[in-house]
């Protein structure tokens, strides 16, 4: 069964800072990886999606990896503003198994 | 503007009485499912559809229930059964199912929140 987790839970960093989010998840056997955005009482943002051949995904400031051996993701977000404030989730996707999230990472960029 | 949307963004239940939650989608998919939230916890999925007049239970569907009658929309009926209803619920669709064979972008409505009087 698959299982997400997500280091830190909780993230607070001053405007400007480059940061690192960690996903990890027990069953490898995925087809993609998603990252999406949730703000608070909101609905999910897709971010970027990762092919499982690929390694990498670039959109803007946001580049996401994928070790799918390891069963890792990371997020990197560059250059951080307020705005990028909200929490973080990874969702690895099989191709027949219902996805599961994990309980994202709650990112605050102070001004 | 192609999209989901869900109403009402709040909903007030009394003890006992079943109350329906509306998620239409106008971007052509064949795939919806909802999910609840709870604070601090992930998202649970709740109901799926692959295709009209077809759905599955998913991990935590006591208490709920669903219909698929057209492609456009899944409404989630939370009924009395479910005695701890209190949570944001999200509405999401996908091109193809969670069975394709390859799983597409989930996109998600804005969410409801169901409060208990």
């Known amino acids: 069964k698959q299982e997400v987790t997500q280091i830190p839970a909780a993230l607070s960093v001053p405007e400007g800072e480059n940061l690192v989010l960690n996903c990890s998840f027990t069953d490898s056997a995925i087809y993609n990886l998603q990252w999406f955005r949730q703000d608070p009482g909101k609905g999910l943002t897709s971010l970027l999606l990762i092919q499982s051949s690929q390694r990498e995904q670039t959109s803007g400031r946001l580049n996401a990896s994928l070790d799918k051996s390891s069963g890792r993701s990371t997020l990197y977000i560059a250059a951080s503003q307020p705005g990028d404030s909200a929490t973080y989730l990874c969702v690895p996707q099989g191709g027949s198994e219902k996805l599961v999230f994990g309980k994202g990472t709650k990112l605050t960029v102070n001004p | 503007d192609g999209g989901i949307t869900q109403s009402p963004k709040y909903l007030f239940r009394k003890e006992g009485q079943n109350v329906t939650l509306s998620c239409e989608q106008n971007?052509?998919?064949?795939?919806m499912y909802w999910y609840r939230q709870d604070p601090g916890q992930g998202l649970r999925l709740i109901y799926y559809s692959q295709i009209v007049n077809d759905f599955q239970k998913g991990d935590i569907a006591e208490g709920y229930s669903v219909s698929r009658e057209k492609k456009e929309s899944f409404p989630l009926t939370v009924t009395s059964a479910q005695k701890n209803p209190t949570a944001f619920y999200l509405c999401?669709?996908?091109?193809?199912?969670?069975?394709?064979?390859?799983?597409?972008?989930?996109?998600f409505g804005p969410g409801t929140r169901l409060l208990v009087l």
């Open positions: 999401a669709s996908s091109i193809r199912g969670l069975a394709g064979g390859y799983q597409e972008t989930q996109y």
């Open positions: 971007l052509n998919h064949d795939a």
